[in-house]
Nanobody, 124 residues
Framework: QVQLVESGGGLVQPGGSLRLSCVAS????????IAWFRQVPGKERERTAC????????YYSEAVKGRFTISRDNAKNTVYLHMNSMEPEDTAVYYC?????????????????WGQGTPVTVSS
């Protein structure tokens, strides 16, 4: 099973940008679909974006579409979430998750491996 470690979270002003990284170990990410989720205390975890293993195909929630971009660098075994035009509503703990799907142009509904999360705060 792949292990995931997120980094890049922190405090950013409204309108600012952050880039989150998800570094994998224990296996190559080539055959994994990767997703970014976020969670606010007291609310359900929300899938924000995902990227397929092949294609690639990318999905974005309506809340972040046009502002966030997910990308992957398989040579570095890393997936990124580029967050622009950030809003206070983006404040959450962000998690990356992986699912072994082979070479697929889709995002799966569930994920087997999870990172520990990185907190993001958008505030002036």
């Amino acid at each position: 099973q792949v292990q995931l470690v997120e980094s890049g979270g922190g405090l950013v002003q409204p309108g600012g940008s952050l880039r989150l990284s998800c570094v994998a170990s224990g296996d190559n990410l080539d055959d994994y679909a990767i997703a970014w989720f976020r969670q606010v205390p007291g609310k359900e975890r929300e899938r924000t974006a995902c990227i397929s293993s092949s294609g690639p195909y990318a999905y974005y929630s309506e809340a972040v579409k046009g502002r966030f971009t997910i990308s992957r660098d398989n040579a570095k075994n890393t997936v990124y979430l580029h967050m622009n035009s950030m809003e206070p509503e983006d404040t959450a703990v962000y998690y990356c998750a992986a699912d072994l799907v082979g070479r697929a142009t889709r995002c799966p509904p569930s994920y087997d491996s999870w990172g520990q999360g990185t907190p993001v705060t958008v505030s002036s």
